[in-house]
């Protein structure tokens, strides 16, 4: 919410949708009184700011940008007031007709009968708009134009080539300026720059949407994924694995062949059957349950597995490790009685805080309920969605969780956990989801107490939510200055000329032997030169090496976070990044 100013010194909170949706207007004033001759389309708020979609003759240049800012600026000082009403359908089109709006023209034709045709006017621009509004123009304070680029009216791409200017607008010109710093800091942290420059993964066209793992990446994904494990084995969990290519048989039993076709890679063998590659792992899961006979004893069973998936994600969507189209997911499906699911729930919810925790990354939960789409008995929903909420009551209290209405599975309600980073920016991350559905659907059946088969509830879990997205995800948050635990490359051995070479390697191999992850280079450069490259690789520390550390039986210690240290014995040295890395262990 934002705080504005009203007459009188009075203030009123306003949504960020409205005061953004506002600027859009703005924006659009702007435009016109510039370009008189271009179209208006759209312009709606987004996640962060708003953008508004123009039929122009050619692309905005930067200067044009800038030029739009100070009339903006402009139509800010003269504080018009912004005013709703409502015309017939008649009235509308022949309003929009005789402004040369034909875009809005469209828009109007295709309302519904009968529906409320409403505009809002600032000075000389009259724009069809549900609203709401600002009271006036005056409202809004600062304002900067992010950025310009193509869009089709409509999303389609077969219709009319727009140009689309992207926008942000705050009450308070520290907070823009905030914002800003936020957005410069976000683009020196993008990790698909930052997978080149440290060499851990890229993309190319030849795989879109599927990272290459260099083998630094490759060695940082094996390190997360074995504490992964050794963490779940503490717990009980057993980890399988599965095929990749399922019969359509499997998928429609699910019920993923009717809601979720669309994003799956469908393949037709030699014989002609239907086959896809599985986007989840949960039919899998089941296969491994039906395998024997379960008892209550048994239960909760918990079944984890990390097998690569694949979606077919639209390429538009695309988003380096945050949206790819293979992926590992840290799944789990944990199969218990109605009586534990409250039990169950809370040991997920402590191991995800601990997971959390050693990142040093804050998260909150939202409760996401039945969607138009969902498969099931109502009743069902109900009392999972009741089970799910007695949990968060429990361990949040009421007030202190989201409620996502209609943002569940098609087979459950969910608890979504989202994280914010070092820049404050949100993300999906894991999920806890209760499904009564799946087992029904595939007859699952466990042995109760009184002889009498029973149905077990099914819980679908991930934690990071992928490797490659968790990954993702950190890289960014530390810039790529990963904790030393989980660094591909703990120490880098800089011997200061040849003469060391020899007792650098014997350094090298007495790491090696501690475990501790190392390299030496061996280049014949200046000391400054290859001190200068490691801290650009982020390596948590550097061992130089001359004649006095040769002497002494030692190094010299430098740190990425503390610079200098000075000489140490290896030893110490080998004790000391030891006590670092089991200060991450849980």
């Known amino acids: 919410m934002f705080k ?23 924006l659009a004033q702007a435009v016109k009184r510039l370009f008189p001759d271009y179209k208006l389309t759209i312009g709606p708020s987004i996640e962060n700011g708003f953008y508004y979609d123009f039929d122009a003759e050619k ?30 359908r008649e009235e509308a089109i022949k309003l929009m007709e005789e402004k040369i709006e034909p875009y809005k023209v469209e828009l109007i034709k295709e309302l519904p009968e009968g529906e409320t045709i409403s505009f809002y006017k600032q000075g000389e621009l009259v724009e069809l708009c549900r609203g709401p509004h600002l009271p006036s123009t005056g409202k809004v ?22 140009q689309r200017i992207y926008g942000i607008s705050f009450p308070k ?84 062949w009717d809601h979720y076709k669309e994003d799956m890679f469908v393949l037709t063998d030699a014989d002609g059957n239907e086959q896809a590659l599985k986007p989840m792992n949960c039919p899998n899961s089941i296969k491994i349950y039906q395998s024997k006979l379960r008892s209550y004893k048994d239960l909760p069973l918990r079944f984890n597995d990390i097998d690569v998936i694949h979606r077919n994600e639209k390429s538009g969507q695309l988003n380096g490790l945050f949206r790819v189209r293979m992926f590992r997911q840290d799944d789990s499906h944990n199969y218990i009685m109605e009586s534990q ?114 149905t077990p509830i099914m819980i679908h879990r991930a934690l990071f939510g992928s490797f490659e997205r968790f990954i993702g995800i950190i890289t960014e948050h530390f810039a790529g200055a990963f904790p030393t635990w989980l660094a591909p490359v703990q120490v880098k051995i800089l011997p200061i000329t040849d003469k060391q ?27 400054g030169y290859k001190i200068r490259e490691a801290q650009m690789e982020k390596v948590p520390y550097m061992l130089i090496v001359g004649d ?35 200060n991450y262990e849980l």
Not at 7 to 19: F, L, P
Not at 206 to 214: D, L, Q, R
């Open 4 to 26: 504005i100013k009203l007459d009188g010194g009075r203030t009123m909170e306003v949504e960020e949708k409205m005061y953004w949706h506002t600027t859009a207007h703005i």
């Open 59 to 88: 692309p905005f240049s930067e200067e044009d940008l800038l030029a739009l800012e100070e009339e903006m600026r402009k139509i800010i000082k003269e504080d018009l007031s912004i005013e709703r009403f409502e015309l017939s």
């Open 141 to 162: 304070k600062a304002i900067k134009l992010l950025s310009s680029s193509a869009a089709y009216w409509r999303g389609d791409e077969t219709k009319q080539t727009l």
């Open 173 to 256: 010109q520290s907070q823009l300026d905030e914002y800003l710093f936020m957005i410069e800091e976000a683009k020196k942290r993008d990790h698909r720059k930052l997978g080149k420059e440290l060499d851990l993964f890229f993309f190319d066209e030849t795989a879109p949407g599927m990272a290459y793992w260099m083998p630094k990446g490759f060695k940082m994904m094996n390190i997360l994924i074995d504490f992964w494990r050794k963490e779940h084995e503490k717990r009980e969990y057993q980890e399988f694995s599965g095929p990749q290519l399922n019969s359509s048989s499997l998928w429609k039993t699910s019920g993923h």
């Open 341 to 454: 699911i409250k039990d169950e729930i809370k040991d997920i919810l402590e191991i995800a805080k601990k997971f959390y925790d050693i990142f040093g990354l804050e998260f909150m939960l939202t409760l996401s309920t039945r969607p138009d789409d969902y498969m099931g008995e109502i009743a069902l929903w109900d009392k999972a969605e009741a089970n799910l909420t007695d949990v968060l009551n429990e361990i949040c209290g009421k007030d202190n969780y989201r409620i996502n209405e209609g943002d569940g599975a098609f087979y459950g309600p969910k608890i979504d956990i989202k994280m914010k980073d070092c820049l404050g920016r949100e993300w999906q991350m894991g999920t806890i989801q209760v499904d009564f559905q799946l087992p029904l659907r595939f007859n699952l059946s466990y042995i109760d107490s009184d002889g009498e088969k029973k």
């Open 501 to 527: 070479l020899e007792y650098a390697k014997k350094v090298q191999e007495e790491l090696i032997e501690k475990g501790i992850r190392v390299e030496l280079d061996e280049r014949q450069e200046k000391v």
């Open 548 to 582: 006095k550390e040769i002497e002494a039986n030692a190094v010299g210690v430098r740190a990425r976070k503390d610079g200098d240290i000075g000489q140490m014995a290896l030893e110490d040295f080998i004790e000391k990044i030891n006590k670092e890395v089991q």
